[in-house]
C-alpha cells in the first residue's frame, strides 16, 4: 500500500477505535428513543445524560449546562444568533476577531444585515488578540464578545482568560470558540470567566455531525431548534445517541491522554518547524512559536504557490492544507494569513501541516525531505524566483 501520512488533523481527525465501538451498539441492539417510557429505551436517557455529566466535568461545568448539537458550525451559530436575539434589548453591538473561522464571521456579517454592530478585533504579527483592544472596543452597547480559544490555521492560542476577565468586569457575555483547543489544551469555564464555548466531535477523534455548547447557567439564550423538549428544550430533536456515546467517548479519551499526546506533538511539531526553517531558504512559521496548539505548524515558502505544493505532496502520499479547508477552492488567500500582515503573494505560498498522536519521527523525517524536493523543483520553474536569483 502507498504511504499516507496525514498531516491535516485541523480539518478532521480520525475516528478512535473504541470510539467507533462505543458507539456501534446505539446503532443495532440499542437503538431506542431515549425519550420513550419502556426500559428498552429508558436505557438511553441514562447514556445521554452519563456524556453530559463526563463532558461537563473535563470543563469545569455542570451537566445541565452542556447542549449537544451536530457540531462546531451549529454551536457557533447558535451562540451568536441567539445571545444577540436575547439581549438585543440591552445593545446591538457585538465584538469579534478578523481570524474567527467562517462559522463566527458569517454570522456575524448575518447579524450585521440584522441591524448589529460587529467590530472584528485586529490581531498582532503572530496572530494575537492584544486584551487591550477588546477593552478599547468595548461600548455602552456591546452584548457579547466571541473570540477563538485557538486559531485552525495558524494554531495561535489567544490570551482567553484575560479576555474574559475583561468581558465579564463589564458584565458582557463571553463566547469562545474552542473546536481546534478542546481535548488539546487544558480548558476550565470558570478559571477564563467562559459563558459560551463551541466544541466538535470530529476535530477531536471523534465523530464527524456531534458537538456542543456550553451555555454557562444563568445566561439567557433562545432556544435554537423548537420542537421537542430534548436539551432543556432549547434544540429540539431526537438526540444522536451513537453520536452522543461517540462524542463523550472521544472527550474522555482525549482528557485521560492530553498530557502525552501534546508532549510528544510539541516535540515532533518542532522538529517538523525546526529542520524546515533551517533547511529549506526563504520561508517562515506563521502564527506563534510556543503559545499554539500542539500539533499546528504552518509555512509560507515564496516563490511557492500552495495549491501546487498540496498537490505534489499529495503524490507522496502526505496529506496537507494550504488553509482551512472551506477556503480552499477559492483563489483569495487565507484571511487569517492577511491579517497577521502577510503580502497576498506570500500568503499564496502557506502550508498547514497538523499532527495527530500516531504521527511519528519517521514521518517528519519523510516530509521535510519531501518539501525540500518538492519546493526546489516548484521554486526552479517559477520566473518570480529565478528574477530573484538574478538580481542577487
Ligand atoms: C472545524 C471548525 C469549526 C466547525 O466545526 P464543524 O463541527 O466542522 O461544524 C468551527 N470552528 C473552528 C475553529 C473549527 O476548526
Known amino acids: 500500500m502507498k504511504r ?116 472584528y478585533l485586529e490581531v498582532d504579527e503572530d496572530g494575537k488578540v492584544k486584551p487591550e483592544d477588546v477593552k478599547r472596543a468595548i461600548r455602552p452597547t456591546t452584548i457579547l464578545i466571541s473570540v477563538m480559544f485557538a486559531n485552525n490555521e495558524i494554531g495561535t492560542i489567544q490570551p482567553i482568560r484575560e479576555i474574559g476577565e475583561i468581558a465579564h468586569e463589564h458584565g458582557i457575555l463571553f463566547h469562545t470558540d474552542a473546536v481546534q483547543a478542546f481535548g488539546q489544551v487544558p480548558i476550565h469555564v470558570e478559571e477564563y470567566h467562559i459563558d459560551m464555548l463551541s466544541a466538535s466531535g470530529h476535530k477531536l477523534n471523534g465523530p464527524k455531525g456531534i458537538g456542543f455548547l456550553y451555555i454557562r447557567k444563568g445566561v439567557k439564550i433562545r432556544s435554537f431548534v423548537h420542537g421537542g423538549a430534548q436539551e432543556r428544550k432549547r434544540r429540539a430533536g431526537t438526540e444522536n445517541v451513537p453520536g452522543i456515546v461517540g462524542l463523550g467517548t472521544a472527550v474522555k479519551r482525549a482528557a485521560a491522554t492530553m498530557k502525552e499526546r501534546a508532549q510528544k506533538e510539541i516535540s515532533l511539531r518542532d522538529e517538523l518547524i525546526e529542520r524546515v526553517l533551517e533547511e529549506i531558504p526563504y520561508c517562515r512559521l506563521n502564527g506563534h512559536r510556543t503559545d499554539r ?35 480552499s477552492g477559492s483563489l483569495d488567500p487565507s484571511h487569517v494569513l492577511l491579517a497577521i500582515g502577510l503580502p497576498h503573494e506570500i500568503a499564496h505560498g502557506s502550508l498547514r501541516l497538523t499532527l495527530s498522536e500516531e504521527t511519528t519521527k519517521e514521518d517528519i523525517d519523510y516530509v521535510v525531505e519531501a518539501l525540500k524536493e518538492i519546493i526546489g523543483k516548484l521554486r526552479a520553474m517559477s520566473p518570480l524566483y529565478e528574477d530573484f536569483v538574478k538580481k542577487g
Open 4 to 119: 499516507l501520512i496525514y498531516l491535516d488533523n485541523a480539518a478532521t481527525t480520525k475516528t478512535a477505535p473504541e470510539v467507533v465501538e462505543a458507539m456501534l451498539p446505539y446503532f443495532t441492539e440499542r437503538f431506542g428513543n431515549p425519550s420513550s417510557v419502556y426500559s428498552f429505551a429508558a436505557g438511553n436517557k441514562e447514556v445521554v445524560s452519563e456524556q453530559r455529566d463526563a463532558i461537563a466535568e473535563v470543563l469545569g461545568a455542570k451537566s445541565n449546562e452542556i447542549y449537544f448539537t451536530a457540531g462546531g458550525s451549529e454551536s457557533d451559530n447558535w451562540a451568536l444568533k441567539a445571545a444577540a436575539e436575547a439581549y438585543g434589548e440591552k445593545g446591538n453591538h457585538i465584538i469579534t476577531t478578523k481570524i474567527e473561522h467562517h462559522a463566527i464571521l458569517h454570522t456575524a456579517e448575518y447579524l450585521e444585515k440584522r441591524g448589529f454592530e460587529v467590530t
Open 293 to 327: 496548539l500542539p500539533n499546528n505548524a504552518n509555512f509560507s515558502f515564496r516563490f511557492v504557490e500552495g495549491e501546487s505544493l498540496l498537490i505534489m505532496l499529495d503524490g507522496k502520499g502526505i496529506c496537507g492544507s494550504s488553509g482551512s479547508a472551506c477556503t
